[in-house]
């Protein structure tokens, strides 16, 4: 069943448990909301925007789990929801939806799977769905369908092209080049690795793992002597290793720039404590480069060229929202954002290229 909860802001937290609660898990769960209010009804019309009831919100994940351990068992889902004036309000259909009432089937979801499709035609199948299969993955893909003695079906296809992609196999960094008819000895990520073989300094490994390690100072550890069991803690000095990582999510930051950039920040921690033996999250960074944002009319520089009409988010959408996301992601995780940078730039160039496309 849902209960209904109202904070003194307004908004309406759902609260989604497996029996009815309690008194006493009432008045747990309104402290917890910030001194908010159980609601009698189970139903409340009129209109709100709030997350869609197909994606558990991680907000909605660290509640549940705050509520375990205040010792109020049964609580599957929390969501917060915000009433609005009409069914014209603002908000972003990706992640929310507008609901003309808040009743007991919020969270249910009646979605059947679609049923399996053998894609006959790859080249197609292809272009319609957006796949950016390059002609030598889909000749790959015809050999795997003699191989198996029939065609490919829509999950395996849509499978191989997200493994296959730029984003996981970084492709144009691993290609060849040909720059003016001559093909270039190196790939860009021959070149980024030649660094490291050229100074290794004090490196220890890169390219190996999803994350780079180097050698850090002897520092002291105040641990258990035998962390197999119950032990007396010592102090004792050990040689630290560094774990360094980058996570570039570009086109996911343009789209969702809070989520984009949130994912990116939790990209870089999963590598970093998946790597070697594992690490602890400390400290991230952040970069932040878009065209010009133009929040303030001062800026002359940002008035010489002509806004264009942008296909997803606003310069200032993105450094607002993925600032807030990247630091999100990582408080949750315990690792503070303690420094970065932001580059805004256009050029005529740009704006050339951008027309031509």
Same mark, same amino acid.
């Given at each position: 069943m849902i209960t209904f909860f109202k904070t003194p802001d307004g908004s309406i937290i759902a609260t989604e448990s497996a029996q009815s609660l309690t008194t006493e898990e009432l008045e747990k769960l309104a402290w917890l909301y910030g001194g908010?209010?159980?609601?009698?009804?189970?139903?409340?019309?009129?209109?709100?925007?709030g997350p869609r009831r197909?994606?558990?919100?991680?907000?909605?994940?660290?509640?549940?789990?705050?509520?375990q351990n205040m010792a109020v068992?049964?609580?599957?889902?929390?969501?917060?929801?915000w009433p609005v004036e009409s069914e014209d309000a603002d908000h972003d259909p990706m992640l929310q939806r507008l609901y003309k009432a808040l009743d007991q089937d919020i969270f249910t979801v009646n979605i059947e799977p679609a049923p399996i499709r053998d894609i006959t035609d790859l080249e197609a199948y292809n272009e319609q769905e957006g796949l950016a299969l390059s002609p030598e993955e889909i000749e790959y893909l015809h050999k795997v369908e003699g191989q198996l003695g029939?065609?490919?079906?829509?999950s395996e296809v849509f499978g191989f092209a997200q493994i296959n992609s730029e984003h996981c196999r970084h492709k144009i960094f691993g290609g060849t080049f040909i720059i003016d008819g001559e093909e270039k000895e190196s790939s860009l990520f021959k070149m980024i690795k030649r660094?490291?073989?050229?100074n290794p300094h004090r490196i220890i490994s890169a390219y190996k793992d999803n994350v780079a390690f180097a050698e850090g100072p002897v520092v002291e550890q105040f641990a258990p002597e035998d962390h197999a069991t119950s032990d007396w803690f010592r102090v004792k000095p050990i040689q630290s290793v560094?774990?360094?990582?980058?996570?570039?999510?570009?086109? &996911?930051? %343009?789209? $969702?720039?809070?989520?984009?950039?949130?994912?990116?920040?939790g990209g870089e921690i999963r590598d970093r404590m998946g790597g070697g033996v594992g690490s602890w999250p400390i400290a991230g960074t952040?970069?932040?480069?878009?065209?010009? &944002?133009? %929040?303030? $009319?001062?800026?002359?520089?940002?008035?010489?060229?002509?806004?264009?009409?942008w296909l997803y988010q606003t310069p200032r959408q993105i450094l607002t929202k993925a600032s807030n996301g990247a630091s999100d992601f990582g408080n949750k995780f315990g690792q503070p954002l303690i420094c970065g940078s932001?580059?805004?730039?256009?050029?005529?160039?740009?704006?050339?290229c951008r027309r031509r496309r």
């Open positions: 908010a209010s159980p609601l009698k009804e189970e139903r409340l019309d009129g209109y709100f925007v197909e994606m558990i919100t991680p907000w909605s994940t660290n509640a549940v789990e705050i509520t068992s049964g609580i599957r889902r929390i969501e917060e929801y029939r065609p490919l079906t829509d660094t490291t073989e050229e560094i774990s360094i990582k980058a996570e570039t999510h570009n086109f &996911p930051t %343009t789209v $969702e720039p809070f989520n984009g950039a949130s994912t990116g920040t952040a970069v932040y480069m878009t065209s010009y &944002p133009r %929040t303030a $009319e001062e800026r002359e520089w940002e008035r010489l060229l002509p806004v264009r009409e932001v580059l805004t730039f256009e050029s005529e160039g740009q704006q050339d």
